[in-house]
């Protein structure tokens, strides 16, 4: 039996943040300052203050500047909304994300809106979404970005091939149908209310799954060949291992990649790119800044998404 290629994303991540780095010195050298990120978190989610460290951490490796604003759990939205009008007038900094999720008396939306878009490095702003839907230069959202990395590597031109994503959230399941395509895909949009979605998933050369449901894609379903890239992250019981949990996806793993020629471990497949896509979407907004477009950058480079 031949087992599908694993894509491996902590090896893509890692080369991506080595480019990075590389533009990011010679950011450096030509500007006399670093490209800086602000990140927001508001409450003391253990999860959500791992992730913010380990972001930190990685801006600081590739050399950015990172600043980190850790709020309590009460700060009010109008406190919140003059934070991030500051960093929206601080030179210094390039990009601006709140973790999500916000408490339950803040507004996300507003909040959201309230970051400039061209620092607006999570790809969330209506104005980022907006420029996406048509096909211009946008800070993208950094999963589906990822993704589409992550699928040029394994296949090269995506160009005519027929590409099914499961999941309709604006985070990933649309902004990855619309940058499917740009790259000149034939692309359906399902999700878990879909009728005949084993008949969908069997017709598509690439399946992005994105629901949050575990397990949800058997792999009966896959079409032989096909590449599957699988962005749930559930926890769920461990049966070999009473009161203990594991991760999976939303892909039944073992079963698909049987049948699969091509598919994301969970984890290791798409987490490690999303946060070396923040850094890579934070660059760009530092090279756009120093051109004074006001937006994501526009020049041509292996690793922007430009159209």
């Not at 990140?39 to 460290?53: C, E, H, K, N, T």
């Not at 959202?141 to 992550?150: A, F, K, N, S």
């Amino acid at each position: 039996m031949t087992l599908a290629t694993l894509i491996d994303g902590k090896r893509s991540a890692e080369a991506l943040r080595a480019r990075i780095a590389e533009r990011t010195a010679t950011f450096r050298d030509t500007h006399g300052l670093a490209p800086g990120l602000a990140v927001i978190l508001v409450g003391d989610d253990p999860a959500s203050a791992i992730y913010v460290r380990r972001k930190g951490e990685q801006c600081r490796a590739v050399g950015m500047e990172s600043f980190p604003h850790l709020l309590p759990a009460e700060t009010g939205e109008a406190e919140l909304l003059a934070l991030i009008g500051r960093l929206n007038r601080d030179p210094a900094v390039h990009g601006i994300l709140v973790q999500l999720p916000l408490p339950a008396h803040v507004d996300t939306q507003r909040v959201l809106a309230a970051v400039e878009p061209a620092k607006d490095v999570d790809g969330f702003h209506i104005v980022n979404a907006g420029r996406l839907a048509l096909g211009e230069p946008a800070l993208t959202p950094c999963t589906p970005r990822g993704c589409i990395m992550m699928l040029r590597e394994t296949l090269g031109s995506l160009r005519g091939r027929r590409a099914l994503v499961i999941g309709r959230s604006t985070i990933v399941g649309r902004p990855m149908a619309q940058l499917l395509l740009i790259e000149d895909c034939t692309v359906t949009i399902a999700h878990r209310h879909s009728r005949e979605l084993p008949d969908l998933c069997r017709a598509a050369e690439i399946v992005v799954v994105a629901v949050g449901i575990p397990e949800l894609i058997r792999g009966d379903w896959i079409r032989p060949g096909a590449v599957v890239i699988d962005v749930g992250i559930n926890r769920v019981p461990d049966p070999t291992r009473p009161g203990a949990t594991r991760i999976v996806g939303d892909v039944a793993f073992e079963d698909a990649r049987t049948v699969a020629g091509a598919i994301t471990p969970v984890p290791g497949g798409v987490g490690p790119m999303t946060i070396a896509c923040l850094l890579q979407n934070t660059l760009d907004a530092a090279e756009a800044a120093t051109r004074h477009t006001g937006g994501a950058s526009t020049h041509r480079h292996e690793d922007t998404l430009v159209y």
